[in-house]
């Protein structure tokens, strides 16, 4: 029933339409009993009270159909709204839409060789053009690359971004960038491009985005390198490691380095061209196909039957950049000389073997053959390396061959070199003293080697070689040299302590004084203990000044002994500044010293562990007297006590 239709029901009021005679019936029945009850006797009322209840009834309905009303209006009005926002935003949405789709217009690409060598530069090259009718506004390109790929003004970044002027319609902006290869061959890598923009429409700030990407493929290195050597060799047998190279692109290759990294063992004997001391040939800019030839001669001292392998890496740099080109490796198997050549050391009892600056050292070498071929005229010989050798003070049977720095001995001076029988051995003694002195290179180094060579022109029938050869070598390391001093001073060296009172001291008024306690030597040693004791009358002051080390004193009141412990003393600290530790003192001389000399602290007792060899070390100093004031100017009598004022 609609709200008409009730309204109707409710006020008595019947629609205009039609009825069936079976309602008219049924309305005629109703009439009459209605009739009937109107006259029949209702003494309570009850007619009045039913037809009371009937018009609030009524009235309340009346009040729900107003409001019903009233709602209907206000629902009306919020789907309206509804409809007209959808409309405003698919209007947006449209005009978003077209915008967007109208981007078509912009072409961007990115243009690159399809093949590249690691080590070669080349361009990128991006074309943004804006075939549309509408200005572009402030265009940013940006071009990213992966790993493999560098730019060669920016190595550090991966993407590079740029401002571009605005761009007009039909106007074409080209952008090229230097591009380096270094990734892994046989690969491909993907260079994208991305241009953002907007447009001059005020109702529109929204920014848009196109790229393009480029594909490139690293195929081989720029440099071509092949790297040979023998495949057997001899313990002791010089040989030739050639490395040939060769530029295999258009273009120069520019700082262009070989890093031979070899096993322990193997010693370098000369290079065609220089070897630094880190194994590196710079050759420098190689022109496009050019080639070269780098030779490293050498021998190896190595665990017989076994392989030992030489490495070759290739470097290129290129502004900041330095790329690895090319890594090479080549093995050769050590055979067994009949040969046999050892080196020992007298008195060497330690693991490692330690000597100190200043040592004489003796040595033999042994010679065997353990094969079943005489072996003749043998030539042996010591090279001694490193710079601490007195070369001077060799004594032997040998000669000094200055142009090898090497000790040499024949037959001449050892007869059994003439010819050694199968399975015989010989024994050749020398002794060299250390020089006195020793430095901070050294000590960082740590080595001292003495090789041993014998050679013979006499090969056997089972070993395709020039010669036999047979080598050796003993090492020993140098061990850290400790020294230490104790003086004092009145007049203080330094500004940071000035000391004070009466000089010569007088009697019944303070000085002050400084004790310096310096380390000396080169070496690494570790729990160091410095202690001295005060003489009576002697006060501590506190004052003190450290350097070459974070450890302080400590003073112990009662005692009046101080005590300075250091955990560690390294050969860079030493060689840079050594320990040392300046303390302030002072004196107040009774009656009883006048005219005297006096006391003022016991000998410095030192106890130390040299790092390398574990030995320990003890120093002592002599005691400080009055007679052993330090430093210039003194005055006359400056030992004795002056008597006191009168």
């Given amino acids: 029933m609609s709200l008409e239709d009730l309204e109707k029901e409710l006020y008595g009021q019947r629609p205009t339409r039609p009825r069936s005679s079976q309602n008219q019936k049924s309305e005629n029945a109703q009439e009459e009993r209605v009739a009937q009850n109107k006259s029949t006797f209702d003494p309570w009322g009850t007619e009045q009270k039913q037809q009371t209840r009937f018009s609030q009834r009524l009235d ?33 949405a449209g005009y978003y ?32 053009e804006n075939v549309s009718s509408k200005k572009l506004i402030a265009p940013k390109m940006s071009l990213s690359l992966p790993d493999g790929l560098v730019f060669t003004d920016n190595s550090d970044k991966r993407v590079l971004e740029s401002d571009v002027h605005d ?24 260079i994208q491009a991305l241009v953002s923009y907007g447009y001059e429409s005020a109702s529109f700030s929204s920014r848009f985005e196109k790229n393009a990407i480029a594909h490139v493929v690293i195929q081989d290195t720029v440099l071509g390198l092949a790297v040979s050597a023998p ?14 190279y060769q ?44 080639e070269g030839t780098v030779v490293v001669s050498g021998y190896m001292v190595g665990d017989e039957y076994s392989y030992f392998t030489t490495m070759l890496d290739a470097y290129t740099r290129i502004g900041k950049v330095s790329v690895p080109l090319i890594h090479k490796t080549i093995s050769t198997s050590i055979l067994p000389s009949p040969l046999t050549i050892s080196v020992a050391r007298d008195g060497a009892i330690t693991k490692p073997d330690v000597v100190y600056a200043g040592d004489k050292l003796s040595y033999k070498i042994t010679c065997e053959n353990t094969g079943d071929t005489p072996l003749s005229e043998l030539v042996a010989q010591v090279v001694f390396d490193g710079d601490s050798f007195d070369t001077a003070s060799i004594g032997g049977s040998g000669f000094f061959n200055s142009t090898k720095k090497a000790y040499v001995w024949t037959a001449a001076q050892v007869a059994g070199l003439a010819e050694l029988a199968p399975h015989s051995s010989l024994t050749i003694p020398f002794t060299i003293a250390l020089k006195k002195t020793v430095t901070a290179a050294v000590l960082q180094d740590g080595l001292l080697r003495v090789r041993a060579q014998a050679v013979s022109p006499t090969v056997s029938p089972t070993i395709a070689a020039k010669e036999t050869i047979g080598i050796g070598q003993a090492e020993s390391r140098i061990g850290g040299i400790l020294g230490f001093t104790q003086s004092v001073y009145y007049t203080e060296p330094t500004t940071d302590i000035q000391n004070t009172g009466p000089f010569p001291a007088q009697v019944g008024k303070e000085t002050q004084y400084t004790v310096h306690w310096n380390f000396s030597g080169l070496g ?7 202690s001295a004791t005060l003489a009576p009358g002697v006060s501590w002051t506190g004052k003190v000044k450290v350097l070459g080390t974070d450890a302080t004193p400590v003073y112990n009141n009662r005692t ?25 003192i002072s004196f107040t001389p009774s009656e009883q010293y006048s005219n005297n000399t006096f006391n003022i602290a016991s000998s410095a007792q030192l106890q130390s562990v040299e790092a390398l060899s574990q030995k320990q070390i003890t120093l002592s100093t002599q005691s400080l007297m009055s007679r052993n004031f330090s430093g210039t100017g003194l005055p006359e009598g400056y030992y004795r006590v002056l008597p006191a004022e009168q």
């Fill in 231 to 244: 495949e057997k060799t001899l313990n002791g047998e010089e040989i030739d490691i050639t490395t040939q």
């Fill in 167 to 190: 761009v007009n319609p039909q106007e074409t902006i080209q952008m090229e960038y230097q591009l380096l290869a270094t990734g892994n061959p046989q690969q491909t890598y993907d």
């Fill in 60 to 92: 309340s309905t009346r009040s729900s159909v107003a409001v019903a009303k009233k709602t209907g209006g206000v629902g009306k009005a919020l789907i309206w709204t509804g409809v007209v926002s959808l409309v405003v935003l698919i209007g947006f």
């Fill in 247 to 290: 530029n295999t692109s258009n273009q120069a290759i520019a700082s262009t380095t070989l890093v031979f990294t070899f096993p322990k063992g193997f010693v370098v004997t000369g290079s065609n061209v220089p070897l630094d001391s880190n194994n590196t040939v710079e050759i420098g800019t190689i022109p496009a196909h050019q």
């Fill in 524 to 530: 690494d040693f570790n729990n160091t203990i410095v």
């Fill in 97 to 128: 839409l077209y915008q967007y789709f109208t981007t078509k217009d912009v072409l961007i690409t990115v243009t690159v060789p399809n093949t590249v060598l690691v080590g070669q530069l080349f361009s990128a090259n991006v074309s943004f």
């Fill in 560 to 584: 009046q002994q101080i005590t300075w412990t250091i955990p560690a003393i390294t050969t860079t600290e030493m060689a840079k500044q050594p320990p040392q530790l300046v303390f302030q």
